[in-house]
């Protein structure tokens, strides 16, 4: 059972534009959401992340988007570096509890020049 | 957030053998937890690292196979026993903010097992 889903394996997106990377969860429980970056060899670095009582979060470059009646979230890049090219996680919990973080499959992120 | 390393980095093990992973914070934490990730995989629980207990483990992990320890609030060490081509993976180390929202990872320990 996939609760958070990344359906797109790779995006490819030129450099300066705006990247968007996708995620879907069904769980209507998770409240709280994150997103990594992970180089090869290197362990995962978090990024940002969004509380469900908001539905967009901004930090600098990043933006994360929540649409909780659609369950699913998005990162928009912009403008696109070369050095964000990187595997990027998706991954969703549920705060009450202390529930477990839930990841997505990755979508691996190719800026080109 | 919290400083983490991981040693060894990366490691070339013997089916059978057993290999033991350090990670150490630079700041006492709450919750330190232990994923996998295999190759071309998403990151999977392995288990929660109780400090002054046993671990938690999730679904398809046992003790026997990755026993933990948690001496302390700042380090804890993962042995990945009598090992197979399998157990090739990335494993990671992560600790749990106090306000238990967010994740922070180590650098992970690269292992390959021939």
């Known amino acids: 059972d996939q609760q958070v889903k990344q359906n797109s394996p790779s995006l490819s997106v030129q450099e300066g534009r705006i990247s968007i990377l996708n995620c879907d969860y069904t769980?209507?429980?998770?409240?709280?959401f994150l997103w990594y970056k992970k180089y090869p060899a290197e362990g995962p670095t978090f990024l940002i992340s969004?509380?469900?009582?908001?539905d967009k979060n901004e930090d600098g470059r990043f933006t994360v988007f929540l649409n909780k009646s659609a369950k699913h979230l998005s990162l928009h890049i912009v403008p696109s570096q070369p050095g964000d090219s990187a595997v990027y996680f998706c991954?969703?919990?549920?705060?009450?509890?202390?529930?477990?973080?839930?990841f997505g499959q990755g979508t691996r992120l190719t800026i080109n020049p | 957030s919290a400083v983490i390393s991981q040693k060894p980095s990366r490691d070339i093990c013997q089916r059978g053998t057993s290999l033991t992973i350090q990670c150490q914070v630079d700041?006492?934490?709450?919750?330190m937890f232990w994923y996998r990730q295999q190759p071309g995989q998403s990151l999977t629980l392995i288990a929660t690292?109780?400090?002054?207990?046993?671990?938690?483990?999730e679904s398809g992990f046992v003790i026997d196979k990755f026993p933990i320890s948690r001496p302390n609030l700042t380090f804890s060490t993962l042995t990945v026993s009598n090992m197979s081509p399998e157990d090739s993976s990335i494993y990671l180390c992560?600790?749990?903010?106090?306000?238990?929202?967010?994740?922070?990872f180590g650098p992970g320990t690269r292992l390959l097992v021939l």
């Open positions: 991954a969703a919990r549920r705060i009450q509890g202390a529930q477990k973080l839930v």
């Open positions: 690292a109780n400090q002054g207990s046993e671990a938690t483990y």
């Open positions: 700041s006492q934490v709450t919750m």
């Open positions: 992560s600790v749990e903010t106090s306000m238990g929202e967010t994740q922070y």
């Open positions: 969004i509380s469900s009582i908001k």
């Open positions: 769980n209507s429980m998770f409240d709280y």
